[in-house]
Nanobody, 123 residues
Framework: QVQLVESGGGLVQAGGSLRLSCADS????????VGWFRQAPGKEREFVSA????????IYADSVKGRFTISRDNVKNTVHLQMNSLKPEDTAVYYC????????????????WGQGTQVTVSS
């Protein structure tokens, strides 16, 4: 059974940090590229970051580059998104998703999605 679950969201002040986690109880995430996307109220879902199956490749949206880091914990079958220097404009619901494809910055390329976790950054 496929079940992607995000956790780690919450309320934080600007400049603070959060670490999001994406876990799957039914599949090995090592077999998939994993991406993080976010959606703010009234806006379209946008790409944040993605990591390849082998962890050798990672990509980031320009808006988060240098502040966010994506990583894998293969022992715990989890992908993390470490978010530092958070800004109010980072406020959104964050989703993780998996794909067997290679178009990691395109939401349409991801086959399986979690339910999302809310991140709120206060000014």
């Amino acid at each position: 059974q496929v079940q992607l679950v995000e956790s780690g969201g919450g309320l934080v002040q600007a400049g603070g940090s959060l670490r999001l986690s994406c876990a799957d109880s039914g599949r090995s995430l090592r077999n998939y590229a994993v991406g993080w996307f976010r959606q703010a109220p009234g806006k379209e879902r946008e790409f944040v970051s993605a990591i390849s199956k082998t962890t050798s490749n990672t990509i980031y949206a320009d808006s988060v580059k240098g502040r966010f880091t994506i990583s894998r914990d293969n022992v715990k079958n989890t992908v993390h998104l470490q978010m530092n220097s958070l800004k109010p404009e980072d406020t959104a619901v964050y989703y993780c998703a998996t794909t067997l494809g290679s178009r990691w910055s395109e939401a349409s390329a991801f086959e399986t999605w979690g339910q999302g976790t809310q991140v709120t950054v206060s000014s």
